[in-house]
């Protein structure tokens, strides 16, 4: 900033408006899509809250880190309703395991299988928001 003293006003240098913005990323890459693939990444984008640059972004590095995690590119809705009726069956052995049978003898679950139980109902739920994203 720099001091007009003769007129005791301070005077402000105009902003840069065409100064490059750059968001710590200093690699692009460029793709070319067919207008279907375009118009299935806007909408993607668009479900997202994203520009469609940013959601290609976001979904490439997701893809090629889970690549590099396990080797998969992710799971299928097969493969998470296979764990889906996993969590399911685990559910109903414990809740088994916490009711005391008549005249039967308490394992001593008491609190800590409710909150088991609601833990894998917790994991239940998102497993199905996980399908029902899957599936659409």
Known sequence: M??????????????????????GRPYRVHVRLTSEEWNDIRAAAARAGLKPTAYAGVAAVSAARAVVADSSAGATRAELAAVQREVFAAR??????????????????????????GRLDAIAERLHALLKRASS
């Open 2 to 23: 720099t001091v007009d003293s003769s007129m005791d006003v301070e005077a402000v240098r105009p902003v840069a408006r065409n100064r490059p913005r750059t968001s």
């Open 92 to 117: 109903s052995a414990l809740i088994q395991a916490v009711q005391v049978p008549p005249g039967g003898q308490d394992l001593g679950l008491g609190g800590a299988g409710v909150v088991l139980v």
